[in-house]
């Protein structure tokens, strides 16, 4: 079955141009509504602790009817018509409630499109960064196409934009068919009891690395575009910086392939964390000089994008194929959910204490993630994958 790469990628294209257009820019339209830090954090946050539920609700619904495809047109619909709201009303409960409501379904459409992705992928799996860094690339045409228009026009035009590309998100999701190989699991395939995998220290310290990156990442993801003006930076430089931290993700991708079959994920995931670590405490400490903002942008390719192939791949190894859905929704709602969430708000609380101790809060935490791996990920004698 030819593998079809233009399909699979458009989605991924589209998919991240949302997240190019919601996370540096939604901060600064709250803002200019007259939102202060902690209600931007708290407002910013729910998309991340909305993927502790729906990737997990919607990895059963995939699970239990093998129609993921199915599941990823329903949810990108019900993402565009919850969104739709901020039209209405823009008090604090009413956009918590859309905030809430629109990211339930829109973030649970990743986790399972991974799995559609793999499947497709078969035997050729690690080619799976191949694919995956169109959504770098749809990121990085957002964010920066978005930054310079936005010196122009006013930021009130943020969530006409966001529904656009929403709609965008609808239409590539029905281009994909789903896939069903020989020696594949159904929904109602058997797999590794939950009570047994969940008490596999391995995988135990990968999910609590995971938690802590992210939480890593809820000050940048939050706040970044508000500390830079805080700097001076316009908003067609903040929008640079933060292609420029894709665009290194970008080259990752491109060779993560190659990293994987030279390295020990042990070894990846380490340097990843440290230099995790490193990033953090640049932006924290350093950002006034434009020299050091770019180094520390670029390590973006460590931060996420090394982390994240060597998840994808310590995924496959903890999951047989009938349970990989859960696997990649439980891996999401972890880190990316409940690691996000927990980042985005205690950034928030943070903030008008001090910026820079808001940086360096997220570089504790990236270290504490370093110290699980190191302590139970691919160390001799421990038995990483299940």
Known sequence: ???????????????????????????????????????????????????????SLWGWLAHRTGRRMAVIRGGALAALIMFCGVFW??????????????????????????VV?????????HRYSLIRVWGSLGFIAAVVGL??????????????ILALVLTGIVIASF?????????????????????????????????GSCFLL?????????????YLELYGYSRG???LLWALAVCAEVGLFLVMHRLLAAFAIRTLLLASLALATLRWLLTGLLADSLAILVVAQCLHAASFAAYHACAVELVRGFFSEARRGQGMA???????????????????????????????????????AWALVWGWIGRPGVQTTG
């Open 89 to 114: 009303r823009q008090d604090f409960l009413w956009l918590a409630i859309v905030v809430t409501g629109f990211t339930l379904f829109w973030n649970a459409m990743l986790a399972q499109f991974e």
């Open 147 to 160: 930054g310079f228009i936005f010196d122009h026009i006013d930021i009130s035009w943020l969530p006409v």
């Open 117 to 125: 992705t793999l499947a497709h992928l078969g035997t050729q799996a």
């Open 1 to 55: 079955m030819a593998v079809p790469y233009a399909r699979l990628s458009a989605f991924y294209a589209v998919y991240f141009a949302l997240f190019g257009s919601w996370l540096p820019f939604w901060p600064l339209y709250l803002q200019q509504l007259g939102y202060g830090a902690a209600a931007i954090g708290l407002l910013t946050g729910m998309i991340q602790t909305t993927r502790i539920v729906g990737p």
């Open 175 to 207: 281009a994909v068919a789903d896939v069903r190989r020989a020696g594949g699991s159904s929904g109602n395939a058997p797999g590794e009891s939950w009570s047994t995998l969940l008490r596999h220290p391995p995988l135990l310290a990968f999910l």
């Open 330 to 368: 439980l891996y999401s709602g972890i880190s990316y959910g409940a690691g996000g969430g927990v980042g985005a708000v205690v950034s928030g609380l943070l903030w008008d204490w001090s910026p820079a101790v808001t940086f360096v809060f997220a570089a504790v935490a990236a270290l504490l």
């Open 237 to 239: 430089a903040i929008g």
């Open 214 to 226: 992210q939480v890593a990442h809820g000050p940048y993801y939050t706040f970044f575009s508000v």
